[in-house]
């Protein structure tokens, strides 16, 4: 009963969207675009943007409707271009990792196509079914579900805002963690979240994003969770236009998933440069040698940083250089870039950082400033590797 409902009303959805789109718009932009939405566009959408680009998700607006999708073909084209969505930010070609988004030149070619090429609906009795936000652990029940202390309320005139939640784990002994996850009570408005140690804020366990699913350590490696430990949840609360004005109000949960006590610690391994002043220039090198040979498994901007494009090489004792990663660091995108394979960096090497940043224009985002955006005068621009000794970290 209800699966033929859902067959019907979309149906009838893009009956009247195609006669919306034709009526206005239409005339004007001719359809050149072999691929419509329906047979080609959907499936692509769903998959690749559809987590977040869903009624009620973080983004903006749907992609997964017809109706609500043509409108940003425009948009969407920039976006698309400019690399920007889905949101990754690395260079490919450099470096593998795990957790990038799956997205084929071929599968954004079909939608460039579709949307400079008129937008068209395509056959309605091909109308996609309805895609609802998924409100699930994507990683299963996660051992011990710890929902925030407190409902945050966001007032109706903010639309931005971060907040510090501190979490007890009531844990009686030191734990093992090889994966935190974050299910936002409201997904529209929290945009981005880190997960870390109080005691020590340095230790990272996630740095969560909407949509994107949690990555586990592997081969043996965890991160280190002390016996009563408490979480320094920060989150990033955002209102897309559609929230403007109202009063919303979020109470998410963190999901820890354990792993064995003899699993080999994750540390961090830190690279900072000196405070970044405007007398520093827009290009700040900065370079760390390594005193033990370690893999590292994964590497991160600072979650602070906004608006700076970094260059990482690792040389080796012999010279050797190999590219580590090359991203541009976007305000609310900062992320925890997994290798596909552990990166070896043996005693002696040295991590050289280039951070390009806007005439001095390195943006602290309200999760670390008190005021909306601060250029960073004094702060330094940090990169945290995760790393284990060598060897403990074994094949696949
Ligand atoms: C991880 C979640 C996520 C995924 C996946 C994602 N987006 Fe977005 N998108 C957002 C958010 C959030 C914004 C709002 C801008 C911001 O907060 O940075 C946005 C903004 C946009 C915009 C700009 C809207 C405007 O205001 O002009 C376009 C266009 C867009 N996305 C298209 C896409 C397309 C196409 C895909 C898939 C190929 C995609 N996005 C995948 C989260 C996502």
Redesign the pocket.
């Known amino acids: 009963m209800r699966e033929h409902l859902h067959a019907v009303l979309p149906f009838g959805l893009v009956l009247i969207a195609l006669a919306f789109a034709s009526e206005r718009g239409e005339a004007h932009k001719p359809i050149t675009s072999k691929y419509t939405y329906n047979d080609d566009v959907f499936p692509?959408?769903r998959d690749?943007?559809g987590?977040?680009?869903v009624a009620d998700g973080?983004?903006?607006?749907s992609?997964v409707t017809y109706k609500d999708a043509y409108p940003?073909a425009e948009?969407?084209r920039?976006?698309?271009v400019a690399g920007h969505?889905?949101?990754w930010n690395a260079e490919d070609n450099i470096g593998a990792f795990r957790n990038r988004?799956a997205?084929a030149a071929r599968e954004i070619d079909t939608?460039l196509t579709w949307a400079t090429g008129g937008t068209p609906a395509g056959n309605p009795l091909h109308a996609p079914p309805e895609v609802i936000l998924k409100r699930e652990w994507p990683m299963g029940m996660p051992e011990l579900v710890l929902p925030l202390p407190a409902e945050f309320e966001m007032p109706a005139g903010t639309s931005e805002e971060t907040r510090e939640f501190t979490v007890p784990t009531h844990t009686t002994e030191a734990r093992r963690v090889r994966a935190v996850d974050l299910l936002p009570g409201t997904p529209a408005i929290v945009?981005h979240a880190t997960v870390a140690i109080r005691s020590a804020p340095e230790n990272v366990l996630a740095v969560w994003?909407?949509?994107?699913d949690p990555v586990a350590t592997t081969n043996g490696t965890a991160f280190w969770l002390p016996a009563g430990a408490e979480l320094l949840v920060r989150i990033h609360y955002?209102k897309?236009y559609k929230y403007e004005g109202r009063a919303m109000t979020d109470r998410s949960a963190v999901g820890l998933y354990f792993a064995p006590a003899a699993a080999t610690q994750v540390r961090s391994w830190i690279v900072a440069s000196p405070p970044v002043t405007e007398a520093s220039g827009d290009r700040v090198s900065f370079n760390r040698v390594i005193d033990e040979d370690v893999e590292a498994l994964a590497v991160y901007p600072d979650p602070a940083l906004a608006n700076v494009a970094l260059q990482i090489d690792a040389v080796a004792p012999d010279g050797v250089r190999t590219p580590v990663i090359r991203v541009a660091v976007r305000p609310?995108?900062t992320r925890r870039y997994w290798f596909e394979r552990p990166l070896a960096l043996h005693r002696g090497s040295r991590i050289e950082v280039v951070a390009l940043v806007n005439g001095a224009d390195v943006l602290l985002l309200p999760s670390a400033a008190p005021t909306p955006r601060q250029p960073a005068t004094g702060s330094p621009v940090r990169v945290t590797f995760d790393v284990v000794p060598a060897q403990t970290n074994g094949p696949k």
């Open positions: 692509i959408v690749r943007c987590r977040c680009h973080i983004a903006p607006m992609l940003w948009s969407i920039g976006e698309l969505m889905p949101p988004p997205i939608v945009r994003l909407p949509g994107e955002k897309s609310g995108w």
